[in-house]
T-cell receptor, first 112, second 117 residues
Framework: AQSVTQLDSHVSVSEGTPVLLRCNYSSSYSPSLFWYVQHPNKGLQLLLKYTSAATLVKGINGFEAEFKKSETSFHLTKPSAHMSDAAEYFCVVSDRGGKLIFGQGTELSVKP | DAGVTQSPTHLIKTRGQQVTLRCSPISGHKSVSWYQQVLGQGPQFIFQYYEKEERGRGNFPDRFSARQFPNYSSELNVNALLLGDSALYLC????????????????FGPGTRLLVL
């Protein structure tokens, strides 16, 4: 069965400093992995997705994630945080039927 | 182009009542999925429909049902509401059945927030 574990429920950074949101996955086959962001009272927006084409995936708003099979990880990073990045972030794996399986979420706070 | 739209945005019901939530997919998308997001948790898969047929069902009781119409819009029905059904209900659409490729991107609507009293 597929699953994801987000290692931090809350991350706090200062504006202009790097962001690291950690995600480990479990999959019996080559997974499809996604990061979604959810701003307060809004729906989910796709940041990026991994589909085995390249291990380093670039997304929107300066975010990127690296797929590491040996570590079963898919951590999300951004070199410099902006106040508008404050939101809830979800690491997601897709099963073969296309069902999305979400992690518990990481709340990112950005301090001025 | 309009994104995924859902109605209503908010809803208050009492225990035992029934509710119908509506979703219109992005134009050209033929697959719709429903997810339930309880406060403080990640979304949980409820249903997936493609070409008006159910293609997947999550671990939810039979009180939950859905259907997809010829124009690919969808309705989610919940009968005999319980307090625990209070949640944000999200609809997502994709061009093809997600089963055609797990990497098929699903685009989410803003959700319907249901409160059961």
């Amino acid at each position: 069965a597929q699953s994801v574990t987000q290692l931090d429920s809350h991350v706090s950074v200062s504006e202009g400093t790097p962001v690291l949101l950690r995600c480990n996955y479990s999959s019996s086959y080559s997974p499809s992995l996604f990061w979604y962001v959810q701003h307060p009272n809004k729906g989910l927006q796709l940041l990026l997705k991994y589909t085995s084409a390249a291990t380093l995936v670039k997304g929107i708003n300066g975010f990127e994630a690296e797929f590491k099979k040996s570590e079963t990880s898919f951590h999300l990073t951004k070199p410099s945080a902006h106040m508008s990045d404050a939101a809830e972030y979800f690491c997601v794996v897709s099963d073969r039927g296309g069902k999305l399986i979400f992690g518990q979420g990481t709340e990112l706070s950005v301090k001025p | 182009d309009a994104g995924v739209t859902q109605s209503p945005t908010h809803l208050i019901k009492t225990r035992g009542q029934q509710v119908t939530l509506r979703c219109s997919p992005i134009s050209g998308h033929k697959s719709v999925s429903w997810y339930q997001q309880v406060l403080g948790q990640g979304p949980q898969f409820i249903f997936q429909y493609y070409e008006k047929e159910e293609r997947g069902r999550g671990n939810f009781p039979d009180r939950f049902s859905a259907r997809q119409f010829p124009n690919y819009s969808s309705e989610l029905n919940v009968n005999a509401l319980l307090l625990g059904d209070s949640a944000l209900y999200l609809c997502a659409s994709s061009q093809r059945a997600a089963a055609t490729g797990p990497q098929e991107t699903q685009y989410f609507g803003p959700g319907t927030r249901l409160l059961v009293l």
